[in-house]
């Protein structure tokens, strides 16, 4: 098989935006499908709305693109009903974070084995470019046009308070780090999220006079670095990457797999 | 036969809910604690697992019918069960439902709104928005009971509509009906109707379309995880499922959603009738306030006062051609309804002399009485105070 296998392929060239990351994103998740050898017929993909929530029409899965922030709990009751999907949900910072944030804590708490993948733009892309939870203070935007002063969530503290098994966090700068990354959350037992910076330069971009794709890349590439980096002593503002947490713990459909063992036997 | 065999038990409106599920084959349930249909949850997360169904309690109502949705097209008969407020919640959700056809049942045990409103208390505030709730041009079926064999029976037959349209039911009770206790039978397995889930008879590796109707005008399913891939979207959609922005498809899309249901009006009706093969006065009434309804009318009868009932159990699609037939030859229609009229505005839309429908009604969170009933229709009759 191989990654054109993967994909509907009459749907490229794809919608998103010339140097947007979320190709990016798309064409490493393929090929670590390949690499890993997963059977298309045992994925299945749930998106929400918005930019990201789009990838769900390219890939040649068991596909169900469905309401603003509300893929994971779509998500839960397709994984609860079929045990065996490998469940991938693609999401964008406003909804997994704003709208989809209920949502997202308690699938954390739950640790059902779902792949959370967030492709932080820090942008709401699709609309235009409002800011998003994950914008932060001092950011420009539509909405912000005299700068945000809205505080950000972080992904990994916020997903690792609620309890997700799998906490990680890369760039679109670093493929190979998304690779190695998304083949450990996707293998996983239990809920992973994989925080993915990506550049909009349209909207995040142009409006915050960073620059075009070429610029945000270097940006990712200069003010990221790996977990506990000496960098971090000069500089604490740097972002780390890498996983933060990769524990086994109890998965939420097989505990339920035993609530019905027992369900039946005490009849 | 001892009462055990027969299956005969003692049971409150929820539980006759939950039977009729379970008799229907439901397989998931996702919900959230709400008053007054809570026991619908509890007892479904005890039932589930005994039958290898899956039961969660979601993080909010939004999440439950999201849920729903996902289970539904994973090839479960799936269902949720709320109140008011928590039927505001799932509207989105009901509305995905409808765009993207699938399958699952809705229970809306009616408390008094808006908002937090009364919620041990009856009413029926909820009828138009079961019907105009979500967002857009659409249409629904709505069903509802009156006593608890029936709401056993209309349980089911929700699931067989949803199944059979692949849309949403909505099952509209009310806190009198979800909480009263009768006598409910419940059949063998077998005796009473049940559909099953249409699967698509396309070949592996052959292209399933989701969205392609049979000669009948049914859509075949196929499951998530199953032997074909397929999307589906919120968005309008062609028969691959895939977002679309033609004008024709988008016409053609809307018009189906829309005609499988309002066009089969007539054959999603649900109703019973007392005396009114005679009757120069016609109630029309539904769910607990039918009860008091059904009692005014026998009373009449006694005293020789020809007054008859129709009980509506379909709301949605209004059945319109049943209510003028029914009520063609009446001299006055009372319509008995705990909200402002609901039901009498579409009453009124269909009969020949609307001037002649009159609303019996009670909004103070208590059941509407026989006496309130008697009341009005002797002064509209001319019968004094």
């Known amino acids: ?267 | 036969m001892s009462k055990k065999e027969r299956n005969i038990s003692f049971v409150q409106g929820n539980e006759a809910c939950v039977r009729g599920a379970l008799y229907a084959g439901v397989k998931f349930f996702a919900g959230y604690p709400i008053t007054p249909s809570t026991e619908i949850a509890e007892q479904l997360a005890r039932e589930l697992p005994r039958i290898g169904g899956s039961f969660i309690q979601m993080e909010d109502e939004i999440a439950s019918m999201c849920a729903v949705c996902g289970a539904s097209l994973a090839g479960s008969k799936a269902m949720t069960a709320t109140s008011g407020p928590g039927f505001s919640l799932k509207q989105e959700a009901i509305g995905y439902a409808v765009m993207a056809e699938i399958p699952c049942v809705v229970v809306n045990v009616q408390r008094a709104g808006p908002s937090t409103g009364l919620p041990t208390k009856a009413a029926q505030g909820d009828v138009n928005q079961a019907r105009w709730g979500t967002h857009g041009d659409h249409s629904i079926i709505a069903m509802t009971a009156s006593g608890i064999q029936d709401v056993f029976n209309v349980t089911i037959e929700a699931f067989n509509f949803a199944e059979t349209y692949r849309t949403p039911v909505i099952l509209l009770f009310d806190e009198v009906v979800g909480h009263m206790r009768e006598k409910l039978v419940i059949p063998p397995q077998g005796e009473l109707p049940v559909v099953e889930r249409l699967k698509t008879s396309v070949k592996v590796g052959v292209n399933y379309h989701p969205y392609l109707p049979r000669e009948d005008g049914r859509l075949p399913m196929s499951d998530y995880g199953g032997e074909h891939r397929f999307h589906v979207t919120g968005l309008y959609h062609n028969i691959w499922g895939f977002p679309t922005e033609n004008p024709d498809e988008s016409h053609r899309l809307l018009r189906h959603l829309v005609d499988k249901l309002e066009n089969r009006a007539h054959l999603l009706a649900r109703w019973k009738e007392h005396h009114l093969e005679d009757a120069e006065s016609v109630l029309i009434s539904y769910g607990s306030s039918a009860r008091s309804a059904l009692h005014h009318v026998e009373g009449c009868r006694a005293k020789g006062h020809r007054h008859g009932l129709l009980e509506l159990q379909t709301l949605w699609p209004f059945p319109k051609q049943l209510v003028r037939e029914k009520t063609a030859r009446a001299r006055h229609v009372f319509v008995v309804e705990m909200n402002m009229g609901q039901i009498t505005s579409q009453v009124k839309a269909v009969v020949d002399d609307p001037d002649n429908v009159f609303l019996i009604n009670r909004l103070d969170g208590s059941l509407v009485t026989p006496s309130d009933i008697e009341s009005i229709i002797r002064v509209v009759e001319g019968r004094g105070v």
């Not at chain 1, 142009?206 to 200069?222: A, F, I, P, S, T």
């Not at chain 1, 003010?223 to 740097?238: Q, R």
Request: aromatic share 8%; hydrophobic share 40%; with cysteine.
């Open chain 1, 1 to 267: 098989m191989s990654v054109q296998d993967l994909i509907r392929q009459r749907f490229f060239p794809h919608l998103w935006c010339p140097g947007c990351g979320h190709g990016i994103v798309l064409n490493n998740l393929l090929r670590v499908i390949d690499a890993e050898g997963y059977d298309p017929y045992s994925l299945c993909m749930v998106s929400g709305i918005g930019c990201s929530s789009r990838v769900s029409g390219y890939v040649n899965f068991h596909t169900m693109h469905t309401m603003h922030g509300r893929a994971l709990a779509c998500a839960t009751g397709i994984k609860l009903t079929k045990p065996h999907l490998k469940v991938l949900v693609p999401m964008g910072d406003g909804d997994a974070m704003a709208i989809g944030g209920n949502h997202f804590i308690h699938a954390c708490r739950r640790n059902i084995d779902l792949t959370a993948i967030v492709l932080n733009n820090r942008i709401y892309g699709m609309t235009g470019g409002q800011y998003s939870p994950l914008s932060g203070p001092g950011v420009l935007a539509t909405t912000a046009p005299y700068s945000s002063i809205d505080n950000m969530f972080d992904t990994v503290k916020l997903a690792s308070g609620a309890g997700a098994s799998f906490v990680a966090r890369t760039t679109a700068f670093h493929v190979r780090e998304i690779q190695s990354i998304l083949k450990k959350a996707i293998a996983h037992k239990g809920f992973s999220v994989v925080e993915i910076l990506v550049g909009c330069p349209t909207y995040f971009g142009r409006k915050n006079k960073l620059g075009g794709q070429v610029e945000l890349m270097e940006h990712y590439r200069d003010s990221t670095v790996p977990i506990g980096s000496k960098k971090l002593e000069e500089n604490p503002h740097l972002i780390q990457r890498g996983i933060f947490v990769e524990e086994e713990r109890a998965e939420y459909c097989a505990e339920y797999a035993r609530i019905i063992e027992r369900a039946v036997k005490e009849q």
